[in-house]
């Protein structure tokens, strides 16, 4: 089998204007000339290996970031944006936008931003007190999205918060546990913790330095709110530096990311990084069992699978997705080439929207994307009580899954027939950019095929996909 040749001009790029370097200074640690250094950042030449082991010894850096990153991403980004109707046939191959992705990937994010900003003004000039001119509608992203794309691209892995997370865990052992550190730690602080019967999850008061937590919540929740406090006030200076890093381009995005940052400390303290990634390749990436091991929901133990991408110590990369009733994703990420949609909801035929229907139970599915890449989807629902009755119940289910390759290590892939191709459903990104011409549940058509409307002759749908 020929091997594939690596190209990465853009991660060379990025490197060298890290460190400050010039093309000549960086060839000359590469060991290689200047005018093919020149070539491999234009993508003109494929990375060699004798540049790839120079990377690795004279700047320690992890090769295996070479042939990941934003690519995917993007691409996907792009092929969902363009799908967009106002574009009408005026789409490029795919293969020009791998090109952009991989050459131009500053472009490829300028045009993802403008036709952001495009959807969110057309959809604010199709509601009536936005039209009529209200004074605080401003064209630009959702503080909300505009953070989804911050974690979305720091491939959800925040290196300088997981490893002082991993730092505040090495005290539970003196401590008696991870809930007892984290109460010394806010006693430190001279912060009194109560456990009143309140509606509120947690409550805390800067001017008394009381925090209150709900006794109605379940006792992971309670350390998982300790831990996020612990965050806000003990690692105060080290998020607002990672804040400062992302820059934001409203107060309430760096907000929303800020409570991002001091829930993803709080889950990186619960679930340490070594500890965790052992662990979990211990246990076979069993849920329960990590999840009785360290303490956490199965939502949080699901979640921090998919962080698990620190350099030189990377878990499986796992896509990761919770959905409400409606279809509608709520969180997302994946460190696999699988990528959701930016905008409405997940394949339908995907398992995760069946969980519903199976309350308390994990539903396995093999599926296959429309490239050819096959998955293995693990699913749940993680439907929360509101703590009384008569208080609303937030209905949602979550997916875990990634590439069939990595199943040997899943004790989810156990007894299921990897060779059967009809045991694979046939699954998409979304209908709109999905090229399945006969899928009973598609809602439009996709945008890069042609359509045939026989009035006389009705299908699985009212037109034939050519």
Known sequence: MATQKLYAGAKLREMRTRLSLTQKEFAAKLGVSLPYLNQMENNNRPISTTVVLA?????????????TGDSERLVSDMREALA????DDAVPPLADLRLTASNAPALARAFIALH??????HERLASLDEALGREDAQI????????RDFFHYCDNYIDAVDRAAERFAGRAEDAGGIRAAALDGLAERGIRVQFPDIDETRKYDPENKTLQLSSRTAPQTQVFQLLLQVALISQDKLLEATLDFAKFHSDEARAIAKIGLANYFAGASLMPYAKFLATAQEY??????????????????????STLQRPGAKGIPFFFVRVDQAGTITKRHSATRLQFARFGGACPLWNVHRAFETPGHFLRQLAETPDG????SLARDVSKSGGSFGAPVRRYAIALGCEVRHAEALVYADNLDFNNASAYEPIGISCRICERPNCHQRSVPPLERRLTIDAHTRGTLPYEVT
């Not at 990377?55 to 042939?67: N, W, Y």
């Not at 967009?84 to 574009?87: A, E, G, N, S, T």
């Not at 952001?116 to 003004?121: D, E, K």
Request: net charge negative; no cysteine; glycine share 4%.
């Open 116 to 121: 952001r900003t495009y959807r969110q003004t």
């Open 140 to 147: 630009q992203a959702s503080p909300w999205e505009e953070v």
């Open 84 to 87: 967009d109707p106002v574009f």
């Open 284 to 305: 076979r990436h069993d849920l329960e069992l990590l999840s009785n091991r360290f303490g956490a929901s199965i939502e949080q133990v699901a979640h921090r699978l």
């Open 55 to 67: 990377l690795a010894q004279e700047f320690g850096m992890d090769v295996t970031e070479l042939s």
């Open 373 to 376: 890449v096959q998955y293995i």
